[in-house]
Protein backbone atom coordinates (compact mmCIF):
# COMPACT_ATOMS: atom_id res chain seq x y z
CA UNK A 1 0.00 0.00 0.00
CA UNK A 2 2.65 2.31 1.08
CA UNK A 3 4.30 1.91 -2.86
CA UNK A 4 1.33 2.83 -4.69
CA UNK A 5 1.09 6.47 -2.86
CA UNK A 6 3.62 7.99 -4.37
CA UNK A 7 2.04 7.92 -7.94
CA UNK A 8 -1.67 8.36 -7.09
CA UNK A 9 -1.05 11.95 -8.66
CA UNK A 10 -4.09 13.66 -8.25
CA UNK A 11 -5.97 14.95 -12.08
CA UNK A 12 -5.57 18.77 -13.07
CA UNK A 13 -8.35 19.02 -14.22
CA UNK A 14 -6.80 21.60 -16.67
CA UNK A 15 -3.39 23.20 -17.41
CA UNK A 16 -1.77 20.61 -20.06
CA UNK A 17 -4.99 18.58 -19.73
CA UNK A 18 -6.83 21.20 -22.47
CA UNK A 19 -4.01 20.35 -25.04
CA UNK A 20 -4.35 16.60 -24.02
CA UNK A 21 -8.36 17.39 -25.17
CA UNK A 22 -7.09 19.04 -28.37
CA UNK A 23 -5.01 16.53 -29.22
CA UNK A 24 -7.93 13.69 -28.45
CA UNK A 25 -10.18 16.60 -30.63
CA UNK A 26 -8.09 16.18 -33.97
CA UNK A 27 -7.76 12.16 -33.45
CA UNK A 28 -11.33 12.02 -33.44
CA UNK A 29 -11.53 14.34 -36.52
CA UNK A 30 -8.56 11.55 -38.32
CA UNK A 31 -10.64 8.98 -36.98
CA UNK A 32 -14.14 8.34 -36.55
CA UNK A 33 -14.85 11.82 -38.93
CA UNK A 34 -12.99 9.96 -42.21
CA UNK A 35 -14.83 6.56 -41.38
CA UNK A 36 -18.34 8.46 -42.00
CA UNK A 37 -17.23 10.20 -44.91
CA UNK A 38 -16.13 6.64 -46.14
CA UNK A 39 -19.81 5.73 -47.00
CA UNK A 40 -19.99 8.99 -49.71
CA UNK A 41 -17.27 6.45 -51.31
CA UNK A 42 -19.97 3.81 -51.29
CA UNK A 43 -22.34 4.63 -54.95
CA UNK A 44 -18.37 5.23 -56.73
CA UNK A 45 -17.53 1.84 -55.54
CA UNK A 46 -20.30 0.27 -56.40
CA UNK A 47 -20.30 1.50 -59.79
CA UNK A 48 -16.44 1.46 -60.63
CA UNK A 49 -16.48 -2.24 -59.33
CA UNK A 50 -20.08 -3.21 -60.31
CA UNK A 51 -20.95 -4.62 -57.23
CA UNK A 52 -24.24 -4.95 -55.21
CA UNK A 53 -24.80 -3.22 -52.07
CA UNK A 54 -24.30 -6.23 -49.38
CA UNK A 55 -20.96 -6.98 -51.34
CA UNK A 56 -19.62 -2.98 -50.87
CA UNK A 57 -21.22 -2.33 -48.04
CA UNK A 58 -18.61 -4.78 -45.93
CA UNK A 59 -16.05 -2.34 -46.86
CA UNK A 60 -17.19 0.36 -44.17
CA UNK A 61 -18.63 -2.84 -41.95
CA UNK A 62 -14.24 -4.09 -41.97
CA UNK A 63 -13.34 -0.56 -41.45
CA UNK A 64 -15.68 -0.19 -38.46
CA UNK A 65 -15.33 -3.86 -37.10
CA UNK A 66 -11.36 -3.72 -37.43
CA UNK A 67 -11.18 -0.20 -35.26
CA UNK A 68 -13.62 -1.57 -31.95
CA UNK A 69 -11.54 -5.14 -32.70
CA UNK A 70 -8.61 -3.86 -31.87
CA UNK A 71 -9.35 -1.53 -29.19
CA UNK A 72 -8.04 -3.97 -27.09
CA UNK A 73 -4.91 -4.03 -28.39
CA UNK A 74 -4.59 -0.21 -28.79
CA UNK A 75 -5.06 -0.10 -24.67
CA UNK A 76 -2.72 -2.54 -24.55
CA UNK A 77 0.27 -0.52 -26.34
CA UNK A 78 -1.14 2.44 -24.31
CA UNK A 79 -0.38 0.85 -21.25
CA UNK A 80 2.78 -0.87 -22.09
CA UNK A 81 4.41 1.28 -24.23
CA UNK A 82 2.36 4.79 -23.72
CA UNK A 83 -0.26 6.45 -25.39
CA UNK A 84 2.10 8.59 -27.50
CA UNK A 85 3.81 5.66 -29.26
CA UNK A 86 0.36 3.88 -29.56
CA UNK A 87 -1.57 7.11 -31.38
CA UNK A 88 1.78 7.71 -33.44
CA UNK A 89 1.73 3.95 -34.59
CA UNK A 90 -1.93 3.65 -35.54
CA UNK A 91 -1.37 7.50 -37.70
CA UNK A 92 1.52 5.28 -40.02
CA UNK A 93 -0.63 2.53 -40.26
CA UNK A 94 -4.05 4.11 -41.04
CA UNK A 95 -2.12 6.73 -43.33
CA UNK A 96 -0.64 3.67 -45.28
CA UNK A 97 -4.00 2.08 -45.32
CA UNK A 98 -5.55 4.44 -47.15
CA UNK A 99 -2.75 5.26 -49.69
CA UNK A 100 -2.66 1.84 -50.63
CA UNK A 101 -6.64 1.88 -50.85
CA UNK A 102 -5.98 4.52 -53.79
CA UNK A 103 -4.30 1.91 -56.02
CA UNK A 104 -6.80 -0.69 -55.28
CA UNK A 105 -8.35 -3.02 -58.45
CA UNK A 106 -10.65 -4.87 -56.53
CA UNK A 107 -12.79 -4.91 -53.38
CA UNK A 108 -11.32 -7.18 -52.13
CA UNK A 109 -7.75 -5.41 -52.14
CA UNK A 110 -10.49 -2.69 -50.32
CA UNK A 111 -10.90 -5.32 -47.78
CA UNK A 112 -7.57 -5.66 -46.65
CA UNK A 113 -6.24 -2.27 -46.80
CA UNK A 114 -9.37 0.40 -46.35
CA UNK A 115 -10.88 -2.17 -44.29
CA UNK A 116 -8.27 -3.92 -41.77
CA UNK A 117 -5.64 -1.77 -42.39
CA UNK A 118 -6.64 1.28 -42.19
CA UNK A 119 -9.22 0.39 -38.73
CA UNK A 120 -5.88 -1.11 -37.10
CA UNK A 121 -4.50 2.19 -37.37
CA UNK A 122 -7.50 3.86 -36.08
CA UNK A 123 -7.93 1.12 -33.17
CA UNK A 124 -4.27 2.20 -31.96
CA UNK A 125 -4.86 6.25 -32.32
CA UNK A 126 -8.37 5.83 -30.75
CA UNK A 127 -8.87 4.42 -27.30
CA UNK A 128 -5.71 5.46 -26.04
CA UNK A 129 -6.34 9.33 -26.79
CA UNK A 130 -9.77 9.00 -25.50
CA UNK A 131 -8.54 7.14 -21.82
CA UNK A 132 -5.50 10.49 -21.49
CA UNK A 133 -8.54 12.92 -21.37
CA UNK A 134 -10.05 10.77 -18.28
CA UNK A 135 -6.80 10.83 -16.65
CA UNK A 136 -6.06 14.49 -16.99
CA UNK A 137 -9.89 15.45 -15.59
CA UNK A 138 -11.89 14.52 -13.14
CA UNK A 139 -14.75 17.27 -11.95
CA UNK A 140 -14.62 18.45 -15.81
CA UNK A 141 -14.81 15.14 -17.12
CA UNK A 142 -17.84 15.24 -18.98
CA UNK A 143 -17.26 18.80 -20.63
CA UNK A 144 -13.21 17.56 -21.64
CA UNK A 145 -15.13 14.51 -23.21
CA UNK A 146 -17.85 16.43 -24.83
CA UNK A 147 -15.18 18.63 -26.87
CA UNK A 148 -12.74 15.77 -27.32
CA UNK A 149 -15.52 13.92 -29.29
CA UNK A 150 -17.12 16.41 -30.73
CA UNK A 151 -14.32 16.40 -33.35
CA UNK A 152 -16.25 13.18 -35.13
CA UNK A 153 -18.67 16.02 -35.84
CA UNK A 154 -16.99 19.04 -36.79
CA UNK A 155 -14.93 16.39 -38.84
CA UNK A 156 -17.86 15.18 -40.66
CA UNK A 157 -19.04 18.68 -41.20
CA UNK A 158 -15.84 19.98 -43.17
CA UNK A 159 -15.01 16.45 -44.64
CA UNK A 160 -17.82 14.92 -45.90
CA UNK A 161 -18.54 18.40 -48.26
CA UNK A 162 -14.65 18.49 -49.27
CA UNK A 163 -14.48 14.48 -49.98
CA UNK A 164 -17.40 15.25 -52.22
CA UNK A 165 -15.47 17.80 -54.03
CA UNK A 166 -12.17 15.65 -54.07
CA UNK A 167 -13.77 12.85 -56.09
CA UNK A 168 -15.24 15.46 -58.33
CA UNK A 169 -12.29 17.11 -59.35
CA UNK A 170 -9.68 13.91 -58.27
CA UNK A 171 -11.88 10.78 -58.72
CA UNK A 172 -12.16 8.61 -55.57
CA UNK A 173 -8.18 7.43 -56.38
CA UNK A 174 -7.31 11.07 -55.65
CA UNK A 175 -9.65 11.50 -53.13
CA UNK A 176 -8.81 8.63 -50.62
CA UNK A 177 -4.77 9.44 -51.52
CA UNK A 178 -5.62 13.06 -49.98
CA UNK A 179 -7.05 11.60 -46.64
CA UNK A 180 -4.17 9.22 -46.36
CA UNK A 181 -1.89 12.77 -45.75
CA UNK A 182 -4.58 14.00 -43.57
CA UNK A 183 -4.92 10.94 -41.34
CA UNK A 184 -1.28 11.01 -41.10
CA UNK A 185 -1.25 13.97 -38.74
CA UNK A 186 -2.07 11.66 -36.07
CA UNK A 187 1.29 11.13 -35.09
CA UNK A 188 1.32 15.10 -34.33
CA UNK A 189 -1.88 14.35 -32.36
CA UNK A 190 0.43 11.41 -30.66
CA UNK A 191 2.97 13.98 -29.80
CA UNK A 192 0.68 16.19 -27.48
CA UNK A 193 -0.16 13.14 -25.46
CA UNK A 194 2.62 13.81 -22.27
CA UNK A 195 1.82 11.22 -19.39
CA UNK A 196 1.04 12.36 -15.84
CA UNK A 197 4.16 12.05 -13.22
CA UNK A 198 2.41 9.70 -11.94
CA UNK A 199 1.50 7.67 -14.91
CA UNK A 200 5.12 7.61 -15.32
CA UNK A 201 6.10 6.26 -12.00
CA UNK A 202 3.70 3.58 -12.22
CA UNK A 203 4.99 2.56 -15.71
CA UNK A 204 8.83 2.72 -14.45
CA UNK A 205 7.33 0.48 -11.30
CA UNK A 206 5.59 -2.17 -13.47
CA UNK A 207 8.71 -2.35 -15.74
CA UNK A 208 11.26 -2.87 -12.68
CA UNK A 209 8.92 -5.31 -11.32
CA UNK A 210 8.40 -6.83 -14.53
CA UNK A 211 12.45 -7.41 -15.60
CA UNK A 212 12.94 -9.09 -11.92
CA UNK A 213 9.91 -11.39 -12.45
CA UNK A 214 11.94 -12.13 -15.68
CA UNK A 215 15.46 -12.68 -14.15
CA UNK A 216 14.08 -14.94 -11.64
CA UNK A 217 12.53 -17.13 -14.25
CA UNK A 218 15.57 -16.92 -15.97
CA UNK A 219 17.68 -18.34 -13.44
CA UNK A 220 15.05 -20.59 -11.97
CA UNK A 221 15.41 -22.59 -15.99
CA UNK A 222 19.14 -21.97 -16.16
CA UNK A 223 19.28 -24.08 -13.00
CA UNK A 224 17.13 -26.69 -13.87
CA UNK A 225 18.51 -27.00 -17.50
CA UNK A 226 21.99 -27.16 -15.95
CA UNK A 227 21.39 -29.93 -13.56
CA UNK A 228 19.52 -31.94 -16.63
CA UNK A 229 22.76 -31.49 -18.34
CA UNK A 230 25.14 -32.62 -15.31
CA UNK A 231 22.95 -35.64 -14.72
CA UNK A 232 23.23 -37.13 -18.34
CA UNK A 233 27.04 -36.42 -18.49
CA UNK A 234 27.15 -38.49 -14.67
CA UNK A 235 24.91 -41.27 -17.00
CA UNK A 236 26.96 -41.10 -20.24
CA UNK A 237 30.45 -41.23 -17.39
CA UNK A 238 28.99 -44.27 -15.37
CA UNK A 239 28.24 -46.49 -18.19
CA UNK A 240 31.31 -46.11 -20.09
CA UNK A 241 33.35 -46.56 -16.85
CA UNK A 242 31.04 -49.51 -16.15
CA UNK A 243 32.20 -51.13 -19.19
CA UNK A 244 35.70 -50.84 -19.12
CA UNK A 245 35.54 -52.09 -15.56
CA UNK A 246 33.89 -55.09 -16.80
CA UNK A 247 36.02 -55.22 -20.06
CA UNK A 248 39.05 -54.93 -17.48
CA UNK A 249 37.71 -57.90 -15.05
CA UNK A 250 37.30 -60.11 -17.76
CA UNK A 251 40.76 -59.79 -19.76
CA UNK A 252 42.88 -59.74 -16.41
CA UNK A 253 44.07 -62.67 -17.22
CA UNK A 254 45.51 -62.22 -20.17
CA UNK A 255 48.82 -60.10 -20.67
CA UNK A 256 48.97 -60.50 -24.39
CA UNK A 257 45.37 -59.24 -24.36
CA UNK A 258 46.16 -56.35 -22.80
CA UNK A 259 48.99 -55.54 -25.01
CA UNK A 260 46.80 -55.79 -28.05
CA UNK A 261 44.49 -53.08 -26.48
CA UNK A 262 44.02 -49.86 -28.67
CA UNK A 263 45.86 -47.00 -27.86
CA UNK A 264 42.62 -44.92 -26.64
CA UNK A 265 41.95 -47.76 -24.47
CA UNK A 266 44.33 -48.17 -22.29
CA UNK A 267 44.38 -44.22 -22.22
CA UNK A 268 41.39 -44.30 -20.68
CA UNK A 269 42.09 -47.36 -18.22
CA UNK A 270 45.32 -45.16 -17.38
CA UNK A 271 43.52 -42.08 -16.71
CA UNK A 272 40.97 -44.59 -14.59
CA UNK A 273 43.55 -45.71 -12.65
CA UNK A 274 45.30 -43.02 -11.86
CA UNK A 275 43.48 -39.76 -11.96
CA UNK A 276 39.13 -40.32 -11.46
CA UNK A 277 39.43 -38.30 -8.42
CA UNK A 278 41.04 -35.73 -10.10
CA UNK A 279 38.21 -35.15 -12.45
CA UNK A 280 35.63 -35.60 -10.27
CA UNK A 281 37.03 -32.89 -8.29
CA UNK A 282 37.75 -30.55 -11.16
CA UNK A 283 34.70 -31.72 -12.38
CA UNK A 284 32.84 -30.36 -9.26
CA UNK A 285 35.12 -27.08 -8.27
CA UNK A 286 33.76 -25.63 -12.13
CA UNK A 287 29.83 -27.20 -10.83
CA UNK A 288 30.35 -25.17 -7.81
CA UNK A 289 31.75 -22.22 -9.16
CA UNK A 290 28.54 -21.95 -11.42
CA UNK A 291 26.27 -22.74 -8.87
CA UNK A 292 27.40 -20.22 -6.96
CA UNK A 293 27.00 -17.73 -9.56
CA UNK A 294 23.42 -18.83 -10.08
CA UNK A 295 22.74 -18.28 -5.97
CA UNK A 296 24.01 -14.94 -5.82
CA UNK A 297 21.22 -14.26 -8.70
CA UNK A 298 18.83 -15.98 -6.89
CA UNK A 299 18.92 -13.82 -4.28
CA UNK A 300 18.87 -10.40 -5.77
CA UNK A 301 15.08 -11.28 -6.52
CA UNK A 302 14.39 -13.16 -3.27
CA UNK A 303 11.97 -10.56 -3.09
CA UNK A 304 9.87 -11.24 -5.86
CA UNK A 305 9.86 -14.39 -5.77
CA UNK A 306 8.55 -14.77 -2.40
CA UNK A 307 5.74 -12.18 -3.57
CA UNK A 308 5.02 -14.54 -6.51
CA UNK A 309 5.27 -17.84 -4.51
CA UNK A 310 8.55 -19.32 -6.76
CA UNK A 311 10.85 -21.45 -4.80
CA UNK A 312 14.16 -21.86 -5.82
CA UNK A 313 14.57 -25.83 -5.23
CA UNK A 314 18.39 -26.65 -3.53
CA UNK A 315 20.76 -27.80 -6.24
CA UNK A 316 22.27 -30.81 -6.20
CA UNK A 317 25.73 -31.13 -4.48
CA UNK A 318 29.36 -31.98 -5.85
CA UNK A 319 29.01 -34.85 -3.19
CA UNK A 320 25.97 -36.23 -4.85
CA UNK A 321 28.18 -37.17 -7.82
CA UNK A 322 28.35 -40.75 -7.84
CA UNK A 323 32.03 -42.51 -8.01
CA UNK A 324 32.79 -45.03 -10.13
CA UNK A 325 31.15 -48.57 -9.35
CA UNK A 326 33.29 -51.12 -7.69
CA UNK A 327 30.47 -53.70 -8.50
CA UNK A 328 27.39 -54.05 -10.74
CA UNK A 329 25.40 -53.90 -7.39
CA UNK A 330 26.04 -50.19 -7.27
CA UNK A 331 26.36 -49.62 -10.56
CA UNK A 332 22.79 -50.39 -10.15
CA UNK A 333 22.28 -48.35 -7.58
CA UNK A 334 24.19 -45.37 -9.23
CA UNK A 335 21.95 -45.82 -12.27
CA UNK A 336 18.38 -45.54 -10.10
CA UNK A 337 19.74 -42.61 -8.13
CA UNK A 338 20.48 -40.71 -11.55
CA UNK A 339 16.59 -41.93 -13.17
CA UNK A 340 14.83 -40.52 -9.85
CA UNK A 341 17.44 -36.82 -10.21
CA UNK A 342 16.45 -36.78 -13.92
CA UNK A 343 12.69 -36.78 -12.73
CA UNK A 344 13.37 -34.68 -9.99
CA UNK A 345 14.82 -31.78 -12.57
CA UNK A 346 12.56 -32.47 -15.34
CA UNK A 347 9.66 -31.29 -12.58
CA UNK A 348 12.09 -28.53 -11.71
CA UNK A 349 11.59 -27.30 -15.47
CA UNK A 350 7.75 -27.80 -15.67
CA UNK A 351 7.03 -25.93 -12.23
CA UNK A 352 9.17 -23.08 -14.08
CA UNK A 353 7.14 -23.39 -17.12
CA UNK A 354 4.35 -22.78 -14.98
CA UNK A 355 5.38 -20.00 -12.55
CA UNK A 356 6.30 -18.09 -16.30
CA UNK A 357 2.23 -18.63 -16.66
CA UNK A 358 1.66 -17.18 -12.96
CA UNK A 359 3.66 -14.35 -13.54
CA UNK A 360 1.70 -13.47 -16.64
CA UNK A 361 -1.96 -14.54 -15.16
CA UNK A 362 -2.04 -12.39 -11.90
CA UNK A 363 -1.51 -8.78 -13.46
CA UNK A 364 -4.02 -9.67 -16.77
CA UNK A 365 -6.40 -10.75 -14.10
CA UNK A 366 -5.70 -7.75 -12.44
CA UNK A 367 -5.78 -5.34 -15.05
CA UNK A 368 -9.38 -7.12 -16.08
CA UNK A 369 -10.86 -7.65 -12.95
CA UNK A 370 -13.88 -4.71 -13.62
CA UNK A 371 -15.07 -7.81 -16.08
CA UNK A 372 -16.86 -9.12 -12.59
CA UNK A 373 -18.59 -5.51 -11.91
CA UNK A 374 -22.28 -6.59 -12.44
CA UNK A 375 -23.30 -3.09 -13.51
CA UNK A 376 -20.48 -2.83 -16.16
CA UNK A 377 -21.46 -6.14 -17.80
CA UNK A 378 -25.16 -4.39 -18.09
CA UNK A 379 -23.44 -1.79 -19.76
CA UNK A 380 -22.10 -3.77 -21.95
CA UNK A 381 -25.12 -5.85 -23.06
CA UNK A 382 -26.90 -1.92 -23.86
CA UNK A 383 -24.04 -1.08 -26.18
CA UNK A 384 -23.93 -4.34 -28.24
CA UNK A 385 -27.57 -3.34 -29.61
CA UNK A 386 -26.42 0.30 -29.79
CA UNK A 387 -23.32 -0.83 -31.82
CA UNK A 388 -25.87 -2.65 -34.35
CA UNK A 389 -28.70 0.41 -34.93
CA UNK A 390 -25.93 3.34 -34.48
CA UNK A 391 -23.95 2.38 -37.95
CA UNK A 392 -26.57 1.46 -40.72
CA UNK A 393 -27.80 5.19 -41.46
CA UNK A 394 -23.78 6.73 -41.66
CA UNK A 395 -23.61 4.17 -44.15
CA UNK A 396 -27.07 4.31 -46.12
CA UNK A 397 -28.14 7.73 -45.53
CA UNK A 398 -26.16 9.02 -48.93
CA UNK A 399 -27.70 6.25 -51.02
CA UNK A 400 -31.17 6.40 -49.65
CA UNK A 401 -30.68 10.18 -50.10
CA UNK A 402 -29.67 9.76 -53.99
CA UNK A 403 -32.63 6.81 -54.78
CA UNK A 404 -35.25 9.38 -53.06
CA UNK A 405 -33.98 12.24 -55.87
CA UNK A 406 -31.28 14.23 -53.95
CA UNK A 407 -28.56 15.51 -56.09
CA UNK A 408 -24.65 14.50 -54.77
CA UNK A 409 -23.97 17.71 -53.11
CA UNK A 410 -27.04 17.72 -51.18
CA UNK A 411 -26.46 14.39 -50.12
CA UNK A 412 -22.74 15.28 -48.86
CA UNK A 413 -24.68 18.09 -47.16
CA UNK A 414 -26.89 15.86 -45.62
CA UNK A 415 -23.97 14.38 -43.34
CA UNK A 416 -22.43 17.89 -42.46
CA UNK A 417 -25.91 18.72 -41.55
CA UNK A 418 -25.67 15.64 -39.35
CA UNK A 419 -21.94 16.29 -38.09
CA UNK A 420 -22.44 20.10 -37.18
CA UNK A 421 -26.09 18.76 -35.15
CA UNK A 422 -23.75 16.21 -33.30
CA UNK A 423 -21.19 18.91 -32.20
CA UNK A 424 -24.52 20.62 -30.80
CA UNK A 425 -25.36 17.38 -28.74
CA UNK A 426 -21.68 16.07 -27.88
CA UNK A 427 -21.40 19.96 -25.98
CA UNK A 428 -24.43 19.92 -24.87
CA UNK A 429 -25.18 16.73 -23.15
CA UNK A 430 -21.38 17.70 -21.80
CA UNK A 431 -22.24 20.56 -20.06
CA UNK A 432 -25.15 18.93 -18.77
CA UNK A 433 -23.87 15.65 -17.37
CA UNK A 434 -21.49 17.91 -15.32
CA UNK A 435 -23.62 19.56 -13.59
CA UNK A 436 -23.99 18.56 -9.77
CA UNK A 437 -27.57 18.14 -9.87
CA UNK A 438 -27.72 15.97 -12.81
CA UNK A 439 -24.50 14.04 -11.97
CA UNK A 440 -26.22 10.80 -10.68
CA UNK A 441 -28.60 10.53 -13.79
CA UNK A 442 -25.76 10.66 -16.20
CA UNK A 443 -27.30 6.66 -17.32
CA UNK A 444 -30.76 8.55 -17.49
CA UNK A 445 -29.29 11.12 -19.74
CA UNK A 446 -27.77 8.28 -22.07
CA UNK A 447 -30.83 6.00 -22.56
CA UNK A 448 -32.91 9.32 -23.43
CA UNK A 449 -30.27 10.19 -26.01
CA UNK A 450 -30.07 6.47 -27.60
CA UNK A 451 -33.42 6.22 -27.39
CA UNK A 452 -34.19 9.28 -29.19
CA UNK A 453 -32.03 8.42 -32.03
CA UNK A 454 -33.62 5.22 -32.25
CA UNK A 455 -37.17 6.94 -32.93
CA UNK A 456 -36.09 9.14 -35.48
CA UNK A 457 -34.89 6.73 -37.62
CA UNK A 458 -38.03 4.58 -37.52
CA UNK A 459 -39.33 7.55 -39.47
CA UNK A 460 -36.69 7.64 -42.00
CA UNK A 461 -38.37 5.84 -44.54
CA UNK A 462 -41.59 7.84 -44.65
CA UNK A 463 -38.69 11.07 -45.68
CA UNK A 464 -38.30 11.31 -49.12
CA UNK A 465 -37.13 14.93 -49.72
CA UNK A 466 -33.99 17.10 -48.82
CA UNK A 467 -36.36 19.30 -46.94
CA UNK A 468 -37.74 16.41 -44.61
CA UNK A 469 -34.54 14.82 -44.52
CA UNK A 470 -32.74 18.23 -43.17
CA UNK A 471 -34.88 17.46 -39.74
CA UNK A 472 -34.14 13.69 -39.40
CA UNK A 473 -30.22 15.34 -39.98
CA UNK A 474 -30.42 17.42 -37.16
CA UNK A 475 -32.41 15.46 -34.34
CA UNK A 476 -30.26 12.30 -35.40
CA UNK A 477 -26.93 13.84 -35.43
CA UNK A 478 -28.13 15.78 -31.88
CA UNK A 479 -28.58 12.70 -30.32
CA UNK A 480 -25.97 10.89 -31.83
CA UNK A 481 -23.16 13.26 -30.61
CA UNK A 482 -24.71 12.79 -26.82
CA UNK A 483 -24.40 9.44 -26.73
CA UNK A 484 -21.12 9.27 -28.44
CA UNK A 485 -19.61 11.59 -25.36
CA UNK A 486 -21.82 10.10 -22.87
CA UNK A 487 -19.74 6.32 -23.33
CA UNK A 488 -16.70 7.08 -22.00
CA UNK A 489 -17.94 9.28 -19.13
CA UNK A 490 -20.70 6.04 -18.09
CA UNK A 491 -18.08 3.40 -18.61
CA UNK A 492 -15.57 5.89 -16.28
CA UNK A 493 -18.56 5.89 -13.58
CA UNK A 494 -18.77 2.37 -13.65
CA UNK A 495 -15.11 1.31 -13.10
CA UNK A 496 -11.94 2.85 -11.62
CA UNK A 497 -9.40 5.29 -13.62
CA UNK A 498 -6.82 3.07 -13.51
CA UNK A 499 -8.64 0.69 -15.33
CA UNK A 500 -10.44 3.06 -17.72
CA UNK A 501 -8.36 2.26 -20.89
CA UNK A 502 -8.93 -1.79 -20.51
CA UNK A 503 -12.27 -0.58 -20.14
CA UNK A 504 -12.92 1.24 -22.69
CA UNK A 505 -11.12 -1.21 -25.16
CA UNK A 506 -13.32 -3.65 -24.33
CA UNK A 507 -16.28 -1.43 -24.51
CA UNK A 508 -15.00 -0.45 -28.55
CA UNK A 509 -14.27 -4.47 -28.83
CA UNK A 510 -17.41 -5.34 -28.27
CA UNK A 511 -18.81 -2.65 -31.19
CA UNK A 512 -16.90 -4.95 -33.48
CA UNK A 513 -19.12 -7.42 -34.69
CA UNK A 514 -22.52 -5.59 -34.74
CA UNK A 515 -20.31 -3.08 -37.00
CA UNK A 516 -19.05 -5.96 -39.10
CA UNK A 517 -22.63 -7.79 -39.63
CA UNK A 518 -25.13 -4.51 -39.66
CA UNK A 519 -24.21 -2.85 -42.80
CA UNK A 520 -24.45 -6.01 -44.59
CA UNK A 521 -27.25 -7.67 -43.31
CA UNK A 522 -28.67 -3.90 -44.15
CA UNK A 523 -27.53 -4.09 -48.00
CA UNK A 524 -29.00 -7.88 -48.05
CA UNK A 525 -32.54 -6.46 -47.31
CA UNK A 526 -32.47 -3.35 -49.56
CA UNK A 527 -31.10 -6.14 -52.23
CA UNK A 528 -34.16 -8.48 -51.35
CA UNK A 529 -36.89 -5.72 -50.95
CA UNK A 530 -36.07 -3.10 -53.44
CA UNK A 531 -36.49 -0.56 -50.60
CA UNK A 532 -34.51 0.86 -47.03
CA UNK A 533 -38.09 0.37 -45.31
CA UNK A 534 -36.82 -2.79 -43.21
CA UNK A 535 -33.40 -1.50 -42.72
CA UNK A 536 -33.72 1.89 -40.94
CA UNK A 537 -36.61 -0.07 -39.24
CA UNK A 538 -34.05 -3.15 -37.70
CA UNK A 539 -31.68 -0.06 -37.08
CA UNK A 540 -34.33 1.93 -34.91
CA UNK A 541 -35.63 -1.18 -32.84
CA UNK A 542 -31.66 -2.19 -31.96
CA UNK A 543 -30.96 1.34 -30.76
CA UNK A 544 -34.81 1.34 -28.88
CA UNK A 545 -33.79 -2.23 -27.15
CA UNK A 546 -30.55 -0.62 -25.73
CA UNK A 547 -31.95 1.90 -24.17
CA UNK A 548 -35.53 -0.53 -23.01
CA UNK A 549 -32.92 -2.96 -21.67
CA UNK A 550 -31.02 -0.73 -19.35
CA UNK A 551 -33.46 0.69 -18.46
CA UNK A 552 -35.55 -2.26 -17.59
CA UNK A 553 -32.81 -4.08 -15.50
CA UNK A 554 -32.30 -0.71 -13.36
CA UNK A 555 -36.13 -0.58 -12.03
CA UNK A 556 -35.79 -4.28 -11.03
CA UNK A 557 -33.07 -3.75 -9.42
CA UNK A 558 -34.51 -0.45 -7.59
CA UNK A 559 -37.24 -2.45 -6.90
CA UNK A 560 -35.62 -5.06 -5.59
CA UNK A 561 -32.70 -3.62 -3.49
CA UNK A 562 -34.11 -0.26 -3.08
CA UNK A 563 -31.10 1.00 -4.72
CA UNK A 564 -30.14 2.25 -8.56
CA UNK A 565 -28.09 -0.23 -10.63
CA UNK A 566 -25.30 2.84 -12.21
CA UNK A 567 -25.56 5.81 -9.56
Known sequence: M?????????TPDGGWGWMIVAGCFLTTVCTRAVTRCVSIFFVEFQSY???DYSATAWIHSLLDCTTMLCAPLGSYIGNRLSSRTAVMIGGLLSSAGLVLSSLATSVEFLY???GVLTGLGFALSYTPAIAMVGSYFSERKALAYGIAMSGSGIGTFILAPAVQLLIEFFSWRGALLILGGLVSHLCVCGALMRPLEGQRGRQKEMDLEGNKKVDLLNVKLADGVLNVELCAQEQRSVEIKHMDTDKMMKDRGGKEQADNMPWD??????EDKSGPSDAKHTHSDEELNHRQDLSEDSE????????WNISVPALIQSDDLPAIPESKSEANANHTALAQSKVVNTNILKESRENVWSVIRKPVLREYSFL?????????????????GCSVPFVYLVPYSLSAGVSPQQAALLMSILGVSGIVGTITFGWIADRKCLRPYRVVSYMLAVGSEGLSCLFLPLLSGFSLLVPFSLIYGYFDGAYVALIPVVTSDTVSSTQLTSALGVVYFLHAIPYLISPPIGGWLVDQTGSYTSTFFLSGVSLICSAVILAAVRVIIRCTRGSSCLN
Open 112 to 114: LTL
Open 2 to 10: TEKKPHSVA
Open 265 to 270: GKEQME
Open 372 to 388: LIPDFLLLLVSFLFLAY
Open 300 to 307: TVNGSADE
Open 49 to 51: FSR
